[in-house]
């Protein structure tokens, strides 16, 4: 093997240890004394003094084996001690047990160290026991969850609900509950986190057991253990469904070794001697350097040595590698020697001195040592590093992270060391996301955040959108607030150190100019960065085989960092490319087969229908070919898929699942110890070539494409070539001819965005808990001390109990007050939030491109869609209110982008995935509830916004008309009949879970929307009907079952004996009824803007709609205004659930129906809306005095109703409803009142015989043909909108003919 960095190129060859014969002309070489003063220095005996320097024998390269095995002796008894420890039991290397001490489900790392729980409470021991004298275990805590960690005996007997310390002589420290188990259990410790070490003490000459949690202990937590005959002491835990540990008995060097207490399994003491005596004579080497001319040594740093090929040092460091390189190969020696020796460096000195040396060592490695030896330390080195990354306590400077990070970086820096670890380590052996994690402190006090943010600070009310406002801060508060916000500052700094150095490491990974000795570093890590990808979006529902997505939050921002870095670069090298503020995904991506989506769902369906179904389109638009041969193919792959067995590793655990037991981890689990392989097999999606277009293709655009893997691509199927666009190919010609950078980076940019989808969004909400808590506690504080401000001072009882909940309350706010810091500055900060906003600008860049291409946008995959709702969302409800959105550039054109993306998609006909329609229609409702976002739905071009509006008025029956009601409910609401509320009245006093909510914005009314669609309405003879029949269907199914479920609810209620009402029905029936007040304001708002539609009947449907539409009104207004009917006994009972089931919300929907049809429209329209209503024989005018408070009067033999019985009346709610709006209530009520005795006296009685057969409610006015039955106009024309056939023969309806007895019976008599 040859290195680079020296300078020359040596071959291993040249420098083996020489023959006899050959030694004495190497040692000609420099001055015989020169070399032995050289060699003295270099292989000095650790006993020799500078009274030896005289007597010590001559060293030359002959003699020097004998001296060198004599510097690395080791005396046979101090090995064979460590054979036999006094006072243990078993093997001595000690591992879990997973033959036959355990119960329930666990996996195991290969490594058998590394354990998660598949089951309720699984339990395993270790293989080895002690009996007498002082040992010591760690276990690595990966997930925070319920676990008991401890000692049991060989007799204990466990199970799926006991554990250890839940039986005799087993005990157990739980850090989740913070308490120690032995049968009994009380209050001990401190709470772990994800992250911690707690060791496990156990002193059986005291009979004592304690625990530490981060070298800190925790005091003893059990005292007279059981001691003699047949008593020995396990190492054991218990844990619960997907937690997970790693256990160090002494393999590996105790992070907090403990005095007095051996590990379970000791130290290889001497080949850790060995290794140290060979790492100082490697170190005095680093240390001088030869000088022949002059005869002499010179001190030299170690980073300022330099390999020259000087026979003399590397025959000496021949020597020093021939013994040190098998002491590499060793787990421990590895850890405690040579990563301590490169920590050192790296504490020592500047970055760019510990960088020099650190590469000189590694160059020393490959010239010296067998590659798989190399490879082998290698793989060991970066395990230790991840290991003392990941467990590092945090301390207020970030300063262990610090070390490690920049040690990570110095090895990664050497080319030769990168592209082995990235090609077999970083993401085969190890989880290296890990590096790139910044893990938040669960206890502030111990990471320093005390010192760090002394003064802490709260807000008092969140100023989000739809709550009240933020009270003016006094002065002492603004002082605090400043101070707190300057600790904050100083957090985020650190934070931002560490944050640098991990973008620093991803820089390394994506080089793409050391492309020197094979693939360059990028496209090694593309490959690995894809099985990434592809693991965690084939995996979902298998949380231990996920990145957790605290890991994924970090990964993503770092990569964004470190991709823009890089695509800023290239632009500035190729001035024609684009700035990375303009990137976004070129379509042909999606479609061209070279990247691989997996199994993730296309816009349009399934990968394999598109490219049969959109074979000419590719053909015609992008020039490229579907294989039929390779198509069947892959279309037979995919239908077979499922059914492949499995290998035999992967079954393993399945079967293992069915009986129970402790399986080793085929591949290790994210919350296990990150040291095993994964082997996945990578699927490639493509299968596609280029053909003949049917137009002309120039020369160098006729190339072939080749189906490859992941793992088979090079630089060249990727970047392209004169001859191949790389990930390009394909075209089409609404893009650009120009590429906007390096094909490698957008694969990148394409990987970062299905991140987000995986599972950074998910997280991105989980975080804002902690900000939740503040509020919560905030505000109980401020409860507590308005009591202790009212409460009288003669109680001195209820004033003690105060102030200590006031004291409980302040402690917990300064601890969430600091986390909430740490959150702020590591996950919400400002350079967070840019991320994020510009990922949101990819995604609709990217869509909008896709969008050109017509139906190849189908091929796009439907996360870009979801990251661009989602990202949106985020930004808006997740970083605030620390940081806005409004203060991001191009905010208000953003908002446009993405408003003209959902106004076009909801009802694309090329989207066919119901979530992501479903997604698209709530992210519509939830845009226009907001006033910024609103005005940005107004800005995008009109003829989108009609189209839009009308895609909203098609037919609800084919499609959610939920949701497309709300959207239209949010364009008028703030503009009907007391419709300005933003929560009901009757709820005022209660607590919303989420003042954000977007049913709980203050209105805010779109006139320009409601124009388009009144314009809509008025355009076509077939729009209006068909749209308002829908809603009229709707609401009377809405309501319907509304009733039906109250009724049930109200029989359950009388019972006698105790039952509960499923919370589910409960929560079904205050949705129909929330239905029902929406389609009803809808109709409030067609009425209003287009009145012609129900009142002008010149036109063929406005009765039959303005009957419909009396008849639901009537029905509505019976149920609900009742005296002591079935909704007022419901709404009495103020059932948990039914919150928003009142008289006021449906009553005041109706009375502005009513109000717009007989006040406000044209004499001609009230005539014929006047004669509807009373025709109707379900209308009552009691139902009408009702709403104004006049009760309606008891019947005949009734008792009188209470006399403290409070009715409802609009007139009692006059912050909600105006004056005029309610003398227009009175106007409507004197006019019903006038038009309903007049009719009473002009009816004529009318025979049975005479009335319609079907309502019975109007006189028969229409006859059938040609079968000549008969009905009344209303019947036959709302039957017709269905069905065909007659009412009572079933002959199919030709025409429908006026009908009047008296002239029928004229013209027979004439006939005759």
Known sequence: MASKEGGMAFSRKSYKLTSDAERSRVTGIVHEKLLSDYLHRVFASPDQGPA???????????????????????????????????????????????????????????????????????????TTCVYKGKWIYEVLISSQGLMQIGWCTINCRFNQEEGVGDTHNSYAYDGNRVRKWNVTTTNYGKAWASGDIVSCLIDLDEGTLSFSLNGVSLGTAFENLSRGLGMAYFPAISLSFKESVAFNFGSRPLRYPVAGY????????????????????????????????????????????????????????????????????????????????????????????????????????????????????????????????????????LSLQIHYLRLTIAILSHEKSRKFLLSNVLFDVLRSIVFFYIKSPLRVEEAGLQE???????????????????????????????????????????????????VQILKLLLNNKDDNGGEASRYIFLTKFRKFLQENASGRGNTPMLCPPEYMVCFLHRLISALRFYWDEYKASNPRTSFSEEAYVPPQIFYNGKVDYFDLQRL??????????????????????????????????????????????????????A???????????????????????????????????????????????????????????????????????????????????????????????????????????????????????????????????????????????????????????????????WVHAAVYSQEKMQDIYWLLRVCLRTIEHGDRTGSLFAFMPEFYLSVAINSYSALKNYFGPVHSMEELP?????????????????????????DIRDSLMQALASYVCYPNSLRAVERIPEEQRIAMVRNLLAPYEQRPWAQTNWILVRLWRGCGFGYRYTRLPHLLKTKPEDANLPSLQKPCPSTLLQQHMADLLREGPDVAPSFLNSVLNQLNWAFSEFIGMIQEIQQAAERLERNYVDSRQLKVCATCFDLSVSLLRVLEMTITLVPEIFLDWARPTSEMLLRRLAQLLNQVLNRVTAERNLFDRVVTL???????????????????????????????????????????????????????????????GTALPAPDRKHFSLQSYTDYISMEELAQVEQMLAHLTS????????????????????????????????????????????????????????????????????????ATSSAA
């Open 604 to 657: 349009g369906g399934l990968l394999s229908h598109l490219r049969k179904t959109l074979k000419d389109d590719l053909a015609s638009k992008a020039n490229i070919l579907i294989d039929p041969l390779e198509l069947q193919a892959t279309t037979m792959d995919d239908l077979d898929e499922d059914e492949e067995p499995a290998p035999a590793a992967a079954q393993r655990p399945m079967q293992a699942l």
């Open 659 to 821: 009986v129970g037991g402790a399986l080793p981890l085929p591949r290790p689990g994210w919350l296990s110890s990150p040291t095993l392989g994964r082997a996945n097999r990578f699927l490639s999606t493509a299968a596609v070539s280029l053909m003949t277009p049917r137009r002309p293709l120039s020369a160098s655009e006729k190339v072939k494409v080749r189906t490859l893997s992941a793992e088979q691509r090079t630089r060249e199927d990727i970047e392209g070539s004169q001859w191949n666009e790389g990930l390009l190919v394909g075209r089409p010609p609404e893009e650009p001819e120009q590429p906007l950078t390096e094909n490698s980076l957008l694969e990148v940019l394409d990987g970062a965005v299905m991140m987000y989808s995986l599972s950074v969004h998910q997280q991105l909400g989980k975080m804002v808990g902690v900000s939740d808590d503040v509020n919560e506690y905030a505000m109980a504080l401020r409860d507590t001390e308005d009591k202790l401000r009212r409460c009288p001072k003669r109680r001195k009882d209820i004033l003690a109990e105060l102030s200590k909940s006031q004291k409980v309350f302040s402690e917990k706010l300064d601890h969430l007050s600091r986390r909430l810091a």
């Open 452 to 502: 760090l943010i002394p003064t802490t600070w709260w807000p008092h009310r969140s100023p989000r959108e739809g709550k009240e406002e933020v009270r003016e801060e006094t002065s002492e508060e603004r002082l605090r607030r400043r101070a707190y916000e300057r600790g904050c500052q100083r957090l985020k700094k650190r934070i931002e150190v560490v944050e640098e150095l991990q």
């Open 52 to 126: 030896a320097a005289t007597s010590r024998k001559p060293l030359n390269f002959q003699n020097l084996p004998e001296h060198l095995d004599q510097l690395l002796h080791v005396d046979e008894e101090e090995e064979e001690s460590q054979e036999q420890a006094e006072g243990r039991l078993g093997p001595s290397t000690v591992v879990l047990d997973h033959t036959g001490g355990f119960e329930g489900l666990l996996l195991v790392d290969d490594d058998l160290l590394g354990v998660i729980g598949h089951s309720n409470f699984g339990t395993i021991r270790s």
């Open 262 to 397: 051996r590990p379970l399994q000791d130290p290889p003491s001497a080949s850790l001697v060995r290794a140290q005596r060979l790492l100082g004579c490697f170190q005095a080497v680093l240390s001088m350097e030869l000088d022949p001319v002059e005869g002499r040594l010179v001190e030299k740093e170690s980073s300022e040595w330099q390999l020259q090929g000087q026979p003399t040092i590397l025959l000496t460091l021949a020597h020093i590698f021939h013994h040190f390189a098998s002491l590499l190969c060793e787990v421990y020696v590895v850890e405690a020697v040579l990563m301590s020796f490169l920590l050192g460096v790296v504490e020592a000195g500047p970055p760019e001195q510990a960088q020099t040396v650190v590469h000189h060592v590694l160059d020393l490695l490959w010239l010296f040592m067998e590659d798989y030896e190399v490879q082998d330390c290698l793989k060991q080195l970066m395990m230790s590093l991840l290991r003392l990354y990941r467990f590092s306590p945090i301390v207020p400077d």
């Open 1235 to 1306: 038009a309903s005795a007049q009719a009473a006296a002009a009816s004529l009685p009318t025979s049975e015989e005479d009335l319609c057969p079907i309502c019975y409610a109007h006189p028969i006015s229409a006859v059938f043909q040609p079968c000549g039955h008969k009905s009344c106009k209303a019947c036959i024309d709302q039957h017709l909108m269905n069905n065909k056939d007659c009412f009572f023969c079933k002959a199919t309806i030709v025409s429908v003919e006026d009908w009047d007895k008296a002239a029928h019976a004229s």
């Open 890 to 914: 191009g905010y208000e054109e953003t908002l446009t982008r993405l408003a003209a993306i959902l106004a076009k998609h909801f009802a694309d006909t090329r989207i066919v995935g119901t």
């Open 1134 to 1196: 103020r059932l948990p659930g039914l919150e928003s089931v009142d008289h006021y919300p449906i009553l005041v929907a109706v009375t502005g129906i009513l109000v717009r049809l007989l006040v406000h429209g044209p004499a001609s329209g009230t005539e014929r809306a006047t004669s509807v209503l009373l025709a109707d024989p379900c209308f009552q005018l009691r139902s009408i005095s009702y709403l104004l408070g006049q009760p309606e009067p008891p019947a005949p």
